[in-house]
């Protein structure tokens, strides 16, 4: 994810098949940010943490993804004079090739005081913020990406605490190899400093393969699942923890140290 000045135009690019507003495109959305992680190397990230799922790392499969969910709660960020930056999202693709399809929550500093959204992105498409919807700290967010057939992507978030919730349907080429949950150092001509966002907690998180099977984080064992500790280069860091799995779902938490 990476922030843009691009013009709201720059979103006929990409096929809105449904909204739930009613609202005109350039009430609802405005260019915002993009692009997908800088890895390292497996297991460490300038811009990710969190946990992504693949068919295998080394080699991951094509079409093996086709929706992803999961919860969050938005934190209480610790704010300096400083501007920083942090999302979080789930996703399909972006581990392991050069699309990404998501849709999350913003939380920033900026002069002092927080500021959040929610967003979506299509990468490499500019990202747009969903203006519909009010984000306040300790609001609890349920996001989704689904594959709907036809090059067709369903993104959908829900704030479960207000009850407003945002859904569309775009169309894109991708290879659908990954499912993600992530929170995020956004990028705009390099990584942007991360807001201290202490612990965030990540919950009913799942994917569902080709076959429609739901599948926790971890549920395909060893070598289908990466778990990404976030070095941004301007000093702060992100470290998820180990999972707790309840059936066919996954729970973690996420972490900022200086």
Not at 43 to 62: F, Q, V
Not at 131 to 154: C, E, L, P, W
């Amino acid at each position: 994810m990476t922030y843009h000045n691009k013009a709201i135009a720059a979103v006929t690019s990409v096929l809105i098949v449904a909204m739930i507003m009613t609202t005109p495109l350039s009430a609802f959305a405005d260019s915002v940010h993009s692009a997908p992680r800088i890895k390292l190397k497996e297991g460490t990230s300038s811009n990710w943490s969190g946990y992504a799922s693949i068919s295998n790392i080394s080699s991951p499969a094509s079409n093996y993804v086709k929706t992803v969910q999961g919860s969050w709660t938005i934190p209480t960020l610790t704010c300096g004079p400083s501007t920083t930056y942090s999302s979080a999202w789930v996703g399909i693709d972006g581990y392991s090739d050069n699309s990404v399809e998501q849709i999350g929550t913003e939380q920033d500093c900026s002069n002092g005081a927080q500021q959040n959204y929610a967003w979506f992105e299509m990468y490499p498409h500019p990202s747009f913020k969903i203006t519909g919807m009010i984000v306040h700290a300790g609001d609890v967010f349920n996001a989704k990406v689904a594959y709907v057939g036809n090059s067709k992507f369903q993104l959908s978030i829900t704030d479960a605490t207000t009850g407003k919730s945002y859904s569309n349907t775009f169309k894109a080429k991708a290879q659908r190899s990954s499912a993600e949950w992530v929170v995020e150092a956004p990028y705009s001509g390099g990584v942007l400093p991360l807001a201290n966002f202490g612990t965030m907690n990540f919950t009913n998180a799942q994917f569902t393969d080709s076959a429609g099977n739901a599948i926790a984080i971890d549920g395909k064992g060893t070598g289908t699942y990466d778990q990404i500790t976030m070095h941004d280069p301007n000093g702060g860091n992100s470290t998820p923890s180990a999972l707790t799995d309840s059936g066919a779902t996954s729970s973690f938490s996420v972490t900022y140290s200086p």
